[in-house]
Structure formats: structure tokens, C-alpha cells
């Protein structure tokens, strides 16, 4: 089955440093996600991407925070200058072309550590 | 702004038993879903429902939609060990957007 590929699966950074986190969504995919989950808590929407644009953004999703597609096959979370509370795993999602009756697809995450 | 609460938050259980976990939803949503997720683990898609009245069956869990009442339920049927794990309901924001809301989450611990 075609599966979200999330790299890398850890990330310890500095705090004020910045930090990528890639995707490679399911290849036939057009709407594309971030998430995140603090420790011990729900899962968090932070950013919608579909025509190369976002399309929706949450409040945590402030000026530190950028996504881009930046050839066919990635999806990329930037996070320019890392705060402590940053700390969190990281799941990027991709839904196919009728994303209003499609399942999100997760991939296994990437664990950020903000020292 | 859309509002997700899921309860019990925790639910521990012997194997064999029934129990039912329930997601409430604050606004007009036709779609919800359940996710599973294991420690440490991304999330699996259990459940898409789409409409009110929906019922969908996978093994020992039941999911139905109720869109006038504004709720989900997820049943499970005498319980074993494997369905320990956190489940998550999530609802898209009103139709048009791209914006799932996922519930608080419940995290079930079945006991042998």
C-alpha cells in the first residue's frame, strides 16, 4: 500500500535554529498536511497545501512557519527559529483529489526536540 | 469555532467486554472519521463516514454518525488486548476547507 514517507524520524535542534522537516507524500496525492502532537496530547491541525498554495491555516501556524512543495515529489515544514514549545512529533497527511470524502494519510511522524 | 470532545478520555477494560467511546462535535460536519493510534506511532485510518445514519464495521469495532445529534460512536465487541491503543474521532470544518479537527482522543487499555 502507498504509504506518507516523513524524514528525518527525529530531530534535535537548538533552540533559535532552524529546521526542515520533509514529506514525501502518496504520489497521485493533491492536498497535503501538517500536524502536530505535543506529548500525551490530540493531534493538532497546523496547515492545508493544495495548488501549491495554503489553503487553510490554524493560529499556531504563525511567521516562524513555512511549508513549500518545492519540486513534484516533496512537502516541506520549515520552522525558522525553533522555540522550546516547538518540541512535538510532526505528521505530515495527503489526501487524494476528492479530499471532502477522503481519509487523511499519515506518515509515521518526525520527532523535534527543541534544547 | 469548531469544538472536538471525545469521552472518556481514558477507559481501561477487561477482554471480553463491550464499551462504547464517544465523540461530540460543536458544528455542522457531515464527515467523521476515527483514527487509531499506537505508542509512539502515526495515526490509521479506522472509519470514514459520510453521511447521517452511517454505519461501518471492522472486525471488533463499530463506528455510526448521528449529524442531527452532532455524534460519533465508536463500539467495541468483547475486547481483546490487540485494540489497546489511543482512537481519535476527527471532523472536517464545514464544507469547502481542508481542515480536520480531531477530538481530545481516548486512550484505551484492555486488560487480559
Known amino acids: 500500500e502507498p504509504e506518507v514517507t516523513q524524514t528525518p524520524s527525529h530531530q534535535v535542534t537548538q533552540m533559535g535554529q532552524e529546521v526542515i522537516l520533509r514529506c514525501v507524500p502518496i504520489?497521485?496525492?493533491?492536498?497535503f498536511y501538517w500536524y502536530r502532537q505535543i506529548l500525551g496530547q490530540k493531534v493538532e491541525f497546523l496547515v492545508s497545501?493544495?495548488?501549491?498554495?495554503?489553503?487553510?491555516k490554524s493560529e499556531i501556524f504563525d511567521d516562524q512557519f513555512s511549508v513549500e512543495r518545492p519540486d513534484g515529489s516533496n512537502f516541506t515544514l520549515k520552522i525558522r527559529s525553533t522555540k522550546l514549545e516547538d518540541s512535538a512529533m510532526y505528521f505530515c497527511?495527503?489526501?487524494?483529489?476528492?479530499?471532502?470524502?477522503?481519509?487523511?494519510?499519515f506518515g509515521s511522524g518526525t520527532q523535534l526536540s527543541v534544547l | 469555532e469548531l469544538k472536538v470532545e471525545q469521552n472518556p478520555l481514558f477507559l481501561s477494560m477487561q477482554e471480553g467486554k463491550n464499551y462504547t467511546i464517544y465523540c461530540n462535535y460543536s458544528?455542522?460536519?457531515?464527515?467523521l472519521y476515527w483514527y487509531r493510534q499506537d505508542p509512539g506511532k502515526s495515526l490509521e485510518s479506522l472509519f470514514v463516514?459520510?453521511?447521517?445514519?452511517a454505519v461501518k464495521q471492522e472486525g471488533r469495532l463499530m463506528a455510526s454518525l448521528d449529524t442531527k445529534a452532532r455524534l460519533s460512536t465508536l463500539h467495541i465487541t468483547a475486547a481483546v488486548h490487540d485494540l489497546s491503543a489511543t482512537y481519535f474521532c476527527?471532523?472536517?470544518?464545514?464544507?469547502?476547507?481542508?481542515?480536520?479537527?480531531f477530538g481530545t482522543g481516548t486512550r484505551l487499555k484492555v486488560l487480559a
Open positions: 504520489s497521485n496525492h493533491l492536498y
Open positions: 497545501f493544495y495548488n501549491n498554495e495554503i489553503s487553510e
Open positions: 476527527a471532523v472536517q470544518k464545514p464544507a469547502g476547507t481542508y481542515k480536520y479537527i
Open positions: 458544528t455542522t460536519s457531515d464527515r
Open positions: 463516514l459520510l453521511s447521517n445514519g
Open positions: 497527511a495527503s489526501s487524494a483529489v476528492e479530499a471532502t470524502n477522503e481519509k487523511l494519510f
